[in-house]
């Protein structure tokens, strides 16, 4: 088997542990891990982006499928509507304090793949970030996956500033490679 293959099925089973850890803690509160996804979302991203177009788009799923996760969300009063005062068909989500505390306990679940991830050094940590930052780029060029807020991706990044490897335009600063964005909140679309 290849180099290249072998890469993919590591990811894969990452993938696979992501997914069995998300099973569990959706399990526990009786919801979806789509669901789930959207509790942690919303709990740490800004009200432009707590709109059901955004969450489809951030999820790749159907405006219908994440209607539907929120509908059972809504119902169990873990999210509450503010309707837009120019469209009342439009609104954001925001958490309730039973959906807050869920989003919580449930952001944990990602810890069993972070304690692996610490047995790393800091250099092969670093290295491996910006390799799956560059996969994660080369995905969302080809259209395979969609909103990428990094800073590969973002106007404000320059790959190479008066000889500085990272350089972010907004922060006007060199950064170090653990300083790069994968969720930047002040991202700009290129």
Request: glycine residues 4%.
């Given at each position: ?189 290129k």
């Amino acid at each position: 088997m290849d180099l290249n293959r072998k890469i993919v099925i590591s990811l894969e089973r990452i993938s696979q542990a992501f997914r069995v850890l998300l099973w569990n803690e959706s399990k526990q509160y009786g919801l979806s891990p789509i669901q789930i996804q959207i509790l942690n979302f919303l709990q740490t991203h800004s009200k432009e982006k707590r709109k059901i177009s955004y969450l489809a788009k951030e999820f790749d799923m159907t405006k219908a499928t994440i209607s539907d996760s929120v509908k059972v969300l809504f119902q169990k009063s873990f999210v509450e509507k503010e309707f837009e005062t120019n469209d009342s068909r439009s609104f954001i989500l925001h958490l309730t304090p039973e959906g807050e505390e869920i989003a919580r306990n449930t952001s944990l679940f990602v810890t069993e793949i972070e304690n692996s991830i610490d047995k790393l050094g800091q250099s092969e940590k670093e290295n491996l970030l910006l390799n799956l930052l560059g996969i994660i780029d080369s995905l969302n060029q080809s259209g395979v996956i969609s909103i990428q807020r990094m800073c590969f991706s973002c106007s404000n990044y320059l790959p190479d500033y008066n000889g500085n490897k990272h350089f972010c335009k907004l922060l006007n600063k060199k950064l170090n490679d653990p300083e790069l964005q994968v969720d930047c909140p002040e991202f700009e679309a290129k």
